[in-house]
């Protein structure tokens, strides 16, 4: 079997940055943090904190079309180590989350704007 057929269920593209913080903390401390994708179900970020999968966070989504932030809450299923950067000294994680609570409206969004830049990386808002 052809190793790089997608075997997701949903689209995964570009989003730009989040904020987020661990739900047992205090939500006004959010972090920022860039996104590596996003799908109508979840999001993959870039940290420079471990996290604990079943760890739940509350995520600010801002898209790169300049449309309203999406704010959800989401469960930790994966964490590793990085590679994307190289910073000596430095330890960075990639972390899927998917959407624990997210509205139907912003699943609708997700998915126009998933269809939308399917094939290609929006120019950010100005």
């Avoid at 996003?38 to 801002?62: A, D, H, M, P, R």
Wanted: proline residues 2%.
């Amino acid at each position: 079997m052809d190793s790089n057929i997608n075997r997701r269920k949903n689209n995964r593209v570009y989003a730009s940055f989040v904020e987020y913080c661990r739900v047992e903390n205090d939500q006004s401390k959010k972090v920022q943090a860039f996104t590596e994708n996003i799908s109508t179900t979840g999001i993959c970020i870039l940290i420079n904190e471990e996290v604990k999968v079943g760890s739940f966070l509350f995520v600010t989504i801002y898209l790169l079309d300049g449309s309203a932030t999406i704010e959800t809450k989401g469960e930790v299923v994966w964490a590793r180590p990085s590679t994307f950067l190289d910073v000596k000294d430095s330890k960075h994680y990639d972390v899927g989350i998917n959407f624990a609570e997210i509205t139907i409206e912003d699943q609708d969004r997700l998915s126009r704007y998933s269809t939308k830049y399917a094939n290609e990386k929006p120019e950010p808002h100005q």
